[in-house]
């Protein structure tokens, strides 16, 4: 034989084995039997619930602080990257500059070669014109020595000794005043020299 109260159902010994309180008794036992069941069961799934949830909320904990660990990660990636940026621009820039400085020393140096290529073959031209000159100039000067000292000679067939004497004395001072003549010829022609020389090496630094 059963009987129902709500929910709960249970045996009950029959009443000619039972005294009326002990049926009682043992029906309020089961009752409370069954509510602390409920109670416990209900208590067991809402501790079940919080540990899911606290679960849930420890793996969402988790979660945020492995993306702030990426995110952490992936600044640090991004700022070393820009360093490393920097850098190799900056490499870059300094290995420009250095080229762009050896450019400029190179076409220093061609420009120098250049000038100095120049500078020998206008030495070259001006030498032999030079030394053309000095040999004409002094191939003049033997003669007019020559011509003088015909002059002279016959100039002292004709005099006396003592006009001789003062012609010798001429022609010395002559002859050092033709020396003299030939050193202010030389230092005029050195000094021209070395004026084209300067003149054409201002000219070519202007061009």
Same mark, same amino acid.
Do not use: A, D, P, Q
């Given at each position: 034989m059963l009987i129902h109260f709500d929910v709960i159902s249970f045996p009950i010994v029959p009443p000619h084995v039972l005294s009326a309180s002990t049926l009682r008794k043992n029906i309020f036992n089961d009752i409370l039997h069954q509510q602390h069941t409920v109670k416990s069961k209900r $208590?067991?799934?809402?501790?079940?619930?919080?540990?899911?949830?606290?679960?849930?909320?420890? $793996? $969402? !904990?988790?979660?945020?602080?492995?993306?702030?660990?990426?995110?952490?990660?992936?600044?640090?990636?991004?700022?070393?990257e820009g360093e490393e940026e920097e850098r190799r621009k900056k490499k870059e820039e300094e290995e420009e500059e250095e080229e762009e400085e050896e450019e400029e020393e190179e076409e220093e140096e061609e420009e120098e070669e250049e000038e100095e290529e120049e500078e020998e073959e206008e030495e070259k031209r001006r030498k032999p014109l030079e030394q053309r000159r000095k040999k004409e100039g002094k191939m003049e000067q033997k003669k007019k020595k020559k011509k003088k000292k015909k002059k002279k000679r016959r100039r002292r067939r004709r005099r006396s000794e003592d006009e001789e004497e003062e $012609?010798?004395?001429?022609?010395?001072? !002559?002859?050092?005043?033709?020396?003299?003549?030939?050193?202010?010829?030389?230092?005029?022609?050195?000094?021209?020299?070395?004026?084209?020389?300067?003149?054409?090496?201002?000219?070519?630094?202007?061009?």
């Open positions: $208590e067991k799934k809402e501790k079940e619930k919080e540990n899911i949830e606290e679960e849930e909320e420890e $793996e $969402e !904990e988790e979660e945020e602080e492995e993306e702030e660990e990426e995110e952490e990660e992936e600044e640090e990636e991004e700022e070393e $012609e010798e004395e001429e022609e010395e001072e !002559e002859e050092e005043e033709e020396e003299e003549e030939e050193e202010e010829e030389e230092e005029e022609e050195e000094f021209t020299r070395k004026g084209c020389g300067s003149l054409f090496k201002i000219f070519l630094l202007e061009v």
